[in-house]
């Protein structure tokens, strides 16, 4: 506070606020205390207004209020839309003998079930407490509805050469977040009339590094060094600024230069496949720097990439241990999530008529595989027609029903301040 910063652990900004001329006037934090049907409780509290000349959004990927501001503000034309992947990860402590800090495993394949579909895993040994760090990503332009990314991840850890780092290990965390995959051709305009877009809220994820806090925090920089200069110059033609010299400073930052040369690997991979793109990798990207002079374009969004149900084969995973490879639930308990039961949804749904008509009847419910916490179910009524259930309360916030969701009928509001998982070590 000494230095003029203010934090406000536990309050969610849910609406982002606009002055008379269009420009961002700042964000408000949800009221807290409702209950499920909208009436205030007890413990009713109005949501604060926060105001400033220049806000700055850095939600990380798929941010609610960044996504309401890049549709605003169009930021997307000439742009393609954002792609993403789904990253799930668990943290292990393992045999000392068997413990080796700084030693790093990445993958890619196996156990996809084809060689169109992206992903891999990564392996970090940790460098205290015998921690070891494990996760799988799969890119959420997957065409199976069958896929589960979670069993998925638990297969991998089956394989010969990666069971018995973990044989008399103990699991003490798991979790799971959407990621940027979409790179430079991705990225939206990044600023607007009264704020800007750093970190993964725009997408500067190095994809095959699966890394990009240094990108995160370098482009935050140079919108604070923007900001400054525009608040000093004092000739804004809206009520609040924009600090358009970020735009051009980060486009000619070695940020870019990272992106650009990364650009092509992961719609190589989709494009001519995983030997295809192992190839194209190793020729343009290890020994061109990705220096080549064309752009491949991504196929399209994540949500319009499933095929139907009766086009694709379905997939069998092997039964959870409870040693190695584990159920879904017990896994969400080691997130810590908690949400408020008596407060309105956060999962919204803008028909509730479509996961029955079209993802169940079409998809066969790919809801209730691609969510790596088991909110989405289908279960029959008492005429043994298949209803949808969302089980809000195991929401960990990874966000992939907002992507990966065909007709985008769902809808991730923010939940009451706090609500969440509480991650530890991941």
Known sequence: EELGVEIYPGFAASEVLYNDDGSVAGVATNDVGVAKDGSPKDSFERGMEFRAKCTVFSEGCRGHLAKGVMKNFNLNDGK??????????????VDPSKHHPGRIEHTVGWPLPDIHTYGGSFLYHLAEDNLV???????????????????????????????????????????????????????????????????????????????????????????????????????????????????????????????????????????FGLYGGLMYTGLFYIVGRGKEPWTFKHEG???????PASE????????????????????????????????????????????????????????????????????????GEMNLVINAQNCIHCKTCDIKDYSQNINWVCPEGGGGPAYDGM
């Open 301 to 307: 969004t994540d949500n319009q990439s499933l095929k």
């Open 133 to 271: 760090a494990l996760g799988f990503v799969i890119g959420l332009d997957y065409t199976n509805p069958y896929l589960h990314p979670f069993k998925t991840f638990q297969q991998f850890k089956t394989h010969p050469s990666v069971a018995p780092l973990f044989e008399g290990g103990t699991r003490i965390g798991y979790g799971a977040r959407a990621l940027n995959e979409g790179g430079v051709q991705c990225i939206p305009k990044l600023t607007f009339p009264g704020g800007c877009l750093v970190g993964c809220s725009p997408g500067f994820m190095n994809v095959p590094k699966i890394k990009g806090t240094h990108n995160a925090m370098k482009s935050a920089m140079l919108a604070a060094e923007a900001i400054w200069d525009k608040i000093e110059a004092g000739d804004s033609q809206t009520e609040g600024i924009e600090p358009a010299a970020y735009e051009a400073t980060l486009k000619n930052s070695w940020v870019y230069d990272e992106l650009h040369a990364v650009r092509n690997i992961k719609p190589a991979f989709h494009k």
């Open 80 to 93: 393609q839309d954002q792609i993403y992947g789904i990253g799930i990860k668990e943290l292990w402590q």
């Open 312 to 383: 694709s084969k379905e997939i069998e995973y092997p039964k959870p241990d409870g040693k190695l490879t584990f159920d879904l639930l017990s896994s969400v308990a080691l997130t810590g999530t908690n949400h408020e039961g008596d407060q309105p949804a956060h999962l919204t749904l803008l028909n509730d008529g479509v996961p029955e008509a079209v993802n169940y009847a079409t998809y066969a419910g790919p809801e209730g595989r691609f969510c790596p916490a088991g909110v989405y179910e289908y279960q029959p009524n008492d005429a």
